[in-house]
């Protein structure tokens, strides 16, 4: 929604609930999720989730640029608790945790917005920048490679992602792997 005035409370939480089962259903079902699927598991009407949403390509993205933002604050915060090597390889985790978790809404965004969507080019610079800060921290302070750059890291969390889709139990052993290796030699 564009406007410039405010949603008002019931408005909002009309909004987030639409948010919370797009969330839902685009990870449960890709690009296969209807807008009446969603405005039924979020309890509203299909012209109160018109009203805050034109189409699915629109609601998919504000709900992907949502989660992206998020990942990254909870990256910024990370700095404020761990020292900087801690810092980074507990965000390495995080962004892990969540494609491994969230795997049917990175692909609907592929498949629905296309890979040279803005909304997918914006939410690579989100990501790209939050790793960058933490990753230059952790380098600063010797805990990791100086020669790694933020597209390393995202590829080789990506890579992890799939190599575990078949061996769940393996990811943990695998990103352990990536982090040492993302450290000095000795």
Do not use: W
Request: some cysteine; glycine content about 10%; charged content about 30%.
């Amino acid at each position: 929604m564009n406007d410039a005035r405010p949603l008002r409370a019931d408005a909002r939480r009309n909004r987030e609930k639409v948010m919370v089962a797009a969330r839902a259903a685009f990870t449960e079902h890709g690009e296969k999720a209807t807008l009446d699927d969603i405005a039924r598991r979020a309890g509203v009407g299909p012209g109160t989730l018109y009203r805050h949403f034109a189409d699915r390509e629109t609601l998919l993205a504000e709900v992907y640029r949502h989660d992206i933002e998020g990942l990254a604050e909870r990256g910024r915060a990370l700095s404020e608790q761990y020292p900087p090597g801690e810092a980074f390889a507990e965000f390495l985790r995080m962004e892990f945790d969540y494609i491994k978790a969230k795997r049917g809404l990175g692909t609907a965004v592929k498949q629905m917005l296309g890979t040279g969507s803005s909304t997918l080019i914006e939410c690579k610079g989100v990501m790209r920048d939050a790793i960058g800060d933490l990753l230059g921290r952790a380098q600063e302070a010797g805990a990791i490679r100086k020669e790694v750059e933020p597209d390393d890291v995202l590829r080789l969390v990506h890579g992890v992602v799939m190599a575990t889709e078949s061996a769940p139990d393996m990811a943990d052993r695998l990103l352990g792997f990536v982090l040492d290796g993302l450290r000095p030699p000795a």
